[in-house]
């Protein structure tokens, strides 16, 4: 945006904070006015590290830009011309200057990090005069036309969005006719020819010159990376994250070092403690004579930082260790400085300029899960930490990456390349080498691979559709590596051997040629690519794990159960340190191959004997599933929701189904059709389940009922342990429904203790899954003896949408602000929230004490878990899986109540 945009109404509000050469504005380190970024700056100016001077425009000038319609306040024209003022006063240069330029950065910087989702733009400030003097200036007439094409690329891209291949394709042209293999062979003349050809390619695409006004660049810079933020590939990663959309993002300007004068200068990425494994090592990569973009753009491939990396490795180029003894020694103590001063692991941008180090960024280092343990327990043994402060530092959503398979170390591998291991964990799948050919692929079931020459922030809906990414260039600081690591996905990056023809969709490694469909593996941990799918194992969970886990259970109210229905899932989820069952759905128990024909028998039958005769020969199925449920669960309680789903579920619809279940029955083929059809709902969903069931067919809840208490008593007696049933009615909508239900168990539980002269404590309750249940809570509390709020069907009856179509156009409520989350994922607070917490109000008020829980999929969400607390619920339950993530999330939600 040119400078004439500047038009609307001056205001007292400060938008510009300015920071390095001893000056620091005020912003006190405040991620939400000045962006992580600009935070971080200016804490570290404020603590003495050598920053290069700037400014931040605040986060709350990007959401007024878009208030305004894409203005800006007339006062800011001044505040950023105070703010170049301030980097000229500490540089000694003048921006715009034809002698000794003063060239800047603009960089995105929201709250939190957003890696690669915004825009940049390096050496704004040149033009076909400034270059001359920073020729001149700097002694190094190369240097400077290379930086002059560099700028001339990145604004081409970045703020006039003209196409960015046709700069790379002359660029490669120009290497190739001189025959060069890499950029630095290119000479000064060599980048003047280059930098003419680039000015015209923009009078081309543009239709007039490039700008040379320098005025002119910084305010088209700042708008377009206020303009990013609304780009595609930000409301993507902001929806995969959660972060809101009227958050809004600071610019950072910045005076330029450079990284690329020559072999006694560089630019580098660096972690303080390795981000893979959470190793207490220092980690990262660093080019001499470059710039940052190389690095992180995964254009060249970088050298190792330490010489133990390299040596792992076997890789020849020298260590900045090696290479630069000296600055690394330097680097290292920041390092420590850093750490010590922001007690995180530390993710660090730096460059080198003839020898001094400069640093250009510091955020806390995105990690994989394994490491964020690792560190979080490491840093609270060393006193940098609490353990209170180690539990609510890593992301509960994380410990997914720990919870799932890794490749069977015995299986054979047909190894075909090695790359570096740039995000941990193994996948297999099939070949596909763009993101919108990822995407579709994964929502039509199939396990994918994106393979790519390197990735680019405009992959990111392909990189989470995929299991898996690929490169063939790049690092493990390179925007493939950091954005799979923050999705949990397994990445190789840098694996040079391969050859990838996109356009063809073919893959050559060696000898071997790959098509789009075929099966690879990756292990993001090895670097490893094999061919075909690869075997996995079960993940160990201890060590840091379990010590975390220990500390997040000292703090933690809300009990965790699982939804589990099998003795298996049992097992898991008590492995992962459940509590119960927080949901036994006994129709997942109807769909056995075995009894899914008496199933069908009770369902098509016309009359109670038929539908007791069936029920017969389910009851010691049903008997033998409860028992082994209670034996796994002995002493803890189980919940278990009597038949719910519509019947047409159960419906055969073969020909040879039908004459199964007519044999079964005794009856005529064409008599079952007619019963199937008499059963035909239109909207099954609101239809005929549920308690719906009970009501008019009691004998089907009496028969769960005694198959409960007798396998209660039966695995009372074989463990000495009194499982703890809860029976719990699905889709009441009013207290009489309740009534009658609970009435029929209650009877089957006093016909059974009296046979079995024994009995067991249990409770009747019912699941709030309804709107008229919630606002009739108090009357239902009057029968029921607990709640357990059904999310899933609540979200779905009280917002009036289908979870099973939302898939079509949620998406885009979550982009336009309609929903600030995918309701099915995370409780709409202001919606459903409010009917849960006035159920749980008036069910209080009824009933002081109820058992309150949760126990739709909203149950392993972190989001939600933290409403329950805030709630006062007793319970959530999620699937075995995410237990630990939501026993995490319950203690973090404790710690932030207080």
């Known amino acids: 945006m040119e400078a004439e945009s500047l038009k609307t109404a001056t205001t007292d509000t400060r938008y510009v904070y300015r920071f390095g050469g001893g000056v620091n504005?005020?912003?006190?380190?405040?991620?939400?006015?000045?962006?992580?970024?600009?935070?971080?700056?200016?804490?570290?100016?404020?603590?003495?590290?050598?920053?290069?001077?700037?400014?931040?425009?605040?986060?709350?000038?990007?959401?007024?830009?878009?208030?305004?319609?894409?203005?800006?306040?007339?006062?800011?024209?001044?505040?950023?011309?105070?703010?170049?003022?301030?980097?000229?006063?500490?540089?000694?240069?003048?921006?715009?200057?034809?002698?000794?330029?003063?060239?800047?950065?603009?960089?995105?910087?929201?709250?939190?990090?957003?890696?690669?989702?915004?825009?940049?733009?390096?050496?704004?400030?040149?033009?076909?005069?400034?270059?001359?003097?920073?020729?001149?200036?700097s002694g190094d007439e190369r240097f400077a036309w290379d930086s002059y094409r560099r700028f001339i690329q990145m604004y081409s891209d970045v703020v006039l969005e003209l196409d960015h291949g046709a700069f790379e394709e002359a660029l490669e042209i120009a290497k190739e006719d001189q025959g060069y293999t890499l950029d630095t062979e290119m000479t000064a003349d060599d980048w003047k020819g280059l930098v003419a050809e680039y000015k015209t390619i923009v009078e081309k695409q543009w239709g007039k010159p490039f700008p040379q006004d320098v005025n002119d660049q910084l305010w088209g810079a700042i708008s377009a990376v206020f303009g990013s933020w609304q780009a595609d590939r930000a409301k993507v990663y902001r929806r995969l994250n959660d972060i809101p959309g009227d958050w809004g993002t600071a610019v950072n300007v910045q005076a330029m070092v450079f990284g690329n004068m020559g072999d006694t200068s560089a630019t580098g990425v660096a972690f303080t403690r390795d981000p893979a494994t959470g190793e207490n090592v220092y980690y990262g990569e660093f080019l001499i004579n470059a710039q940052g973009e190389d690095v992180v753009a995964g254009i060249r491939t970088p050298q190792y930082l330490t010489t133990a990396a390299r040596e792992r490795a076997g890789a020849k180029p020298l260590s900045m260790e090696e290479a630069m003894p000296e600055t690394y020694a330097e680097l290292a103590k920041v390092f420590n400085i850093l750490e010590t001063h922001y007690r995180d692991m530390q993710d660090i941008e730096f460059t080198v300029q003839q020898g001094k180090l400069w640093m250009l960024q510091t955020r806390s280092g995105k990690r994989t899960a394994k490491a964020a343990l690792k560190i979080a327990v490491d840093m609270a043994g060393e006193g940098l930490i609490t353990q209170e402060e180690a539990v609510a530092r890593v992301d509960p959503a994380a410990l997914d990456q720990l919870l799932h398979p890794t490749l069977d170390p015995k299986a054979p591998r047909d190894v075909l390349t090695k790359g570096l291991p740039a995000s941990p964990g193994a996948a297999s799948g099939i070949v596909v080498f763009d993101a919108d050919t990822a995407e579709r692929r994964n929502e039509l079931g199939d396990a994918v691979i994106l393979v790519r020459t390197e990735t680019s922030p405009e992959d990111i809906h392909g990189m989470h559709a995929a299991k898996g990414i690929l490169t063939a260039r790049g690092g493990m600081t390179s925007h493939a590596a950091v954005v799979a690591r923050g999705m949990g996905r397994p990445c190789v990056s840098g694996a040079g051997s391969m050859s990838i023809d996109a356009k063809a969709k073919t893959l050559r490694i060696g000898g071997r040629e790959l098509t789009e469909g075929d099966i690879v593996t990756i292990d993001g941990s090895t670097g490893e690519v094999m061919a075909g799918e690869v075997p996995t194992v079960q993940p160990e969970l201890a060590g840091d794990f379990g010590t975390l886990m220990v500390w997040a259970d000292k703090v933690r109210r809300l009990r965790v159960r699982a939804n589990a229905e099998t003795p298996q899932d049992c097992k898991t989820a008590r492995e992962f340190g459940a509590e119960g069952v927080g949901l036994c759905r006994t129709e997942h128990m109807f769909f056995d191959a075995a009894r899914i024909t008496a199933v069908r028998q009770m369902i098509l039958a016309d009359s109670e004997k038929g539908r007791r005769d069936a029920l017969e020969k389910l009851l010691p199925e049903q008997r033998d599933d409860f028992a082994q449920i209670f034996m796994v669960m002995a002493g803890l309680p189980v919940t278990i929701r009597l038949l719910d789903p519509p019947l047409h579920e159960f419906l055969p619809h073969e020909e040879a189904e039908f004459a199964e279940v007519a044999k079964a029955a005794g009856v005529g083929v064409d008599e079952l059709r007619r019963r199937a059809s008499e059963l035909h709902e239109f909207n099954p969903m609101l239809g005929h389940r549920g308690c719906r069931l009970g009501v008019t067919y009691p004998e089907i809840y009496e028969m769960q009922a005694r198959a409960i208490f007798e396998a209660a008593l039966i695995v009372k007696k074989r463990s000495g342990a009194a499982p703890i049933p809860e029976v719990m009615i699905p889709l009441v909508a009013t207290r009489r429904e309740l009534e009658l239900m609970k009435a029929i168990v209650d009877r089957v539980a006093q016909e059974v203790f009296a046979e079995q002269a024994d009995s067991v404590e249990y409770l009747t309750g019912t699941m709030i899954e309804l709107p008229r249940a919630a606002l009739k809570a108090g009357?239902?509390?009057?029968?029921?003896?607990?709640?357990?709020?059904?999310?899933?069907?609540?979200?779905?009856?009280?917002?009036?949408?289908?979870?099973?179509?939302?898939?079509?156009?949620?998406?885009?409520?979550?982009?336009?602000?309609?929903?600030?989350?995918?309701?099915?994922?995370?409780?709409?607070?202001?919606?459903?929230?409010?009917?849960?917490?006035?159920?749980?109000?008036?069910?209080?008020?009824?009933?002081?004490?109820?058992?309150?829980?949760?126990?739709?999929?909203?149950?392993?969400?972190?989001?939600?878990?933290?409403?329950?607390?805030?709630?006062?619920?007793?319970?959530v339950s999620a699937s075995p899986y995410r237990v630990p993530i939501a026993r995490l999330a319950a203690a973090q939600a404790a710690l932030k109540k207080g």
């Open 25 to 137: 504005d005020g912003g006190n380190g405040n991620k939400n006015l000045l962006g992580g970024k600009g935070a971080n700056l200016d804490g570290m100016a404020s603590i003495g590290l050598p920053v290069p001077p700037g400014f931040t425009i605040t986060t709350e000038m990007c959401t007024r830009y878009y208030v305004d319609g894409e203005v800006y306040p007339d006062s800011l024209n001044a505040e950023v011309a105070g703010g170049i003022a301030h980097i000229e006063g500490v540089t000694g240069k003048r921006f715009g200057d034809q002698a000794d330029p003063l060239l800047v950065s603009v960089r995105s910087g929201a709250r939190v990090s957003m890696p690669g989702m915004m825009d940049t733009v390096l050496n704004l400030g040149l033009n076909d005069r400034t270059v001359i003097g920073l020729a001149s200036a």
């Open 779 to 875: 009357e239902i509390a009057e029968v029921g003896e607990f709640f357990s709020f059904g999310t899933n069907d609540l979200t779905q009856t009280t917002i009036g949408i289908s979870r099973d179509d939302a898939g079509r156009f949620l998406g885009s409520y979550v982009d336009k602000g309609i929903f600030p989350r995918d309701p099915f994922v995370s409780i709409d607070v202001e919606g459903v929230g409010e009917l849960i917490e006035l159920a749980a109000e008036r069910g209080r008020k009824t009933r002081p004490g109820i058992k309150l829980g949760i126990c739709g999929e909203h149950g392993g969400d972190p989001a939600s878990i933290a409403f329950c607390e805030q709630t006062g619920l007793d319970y």
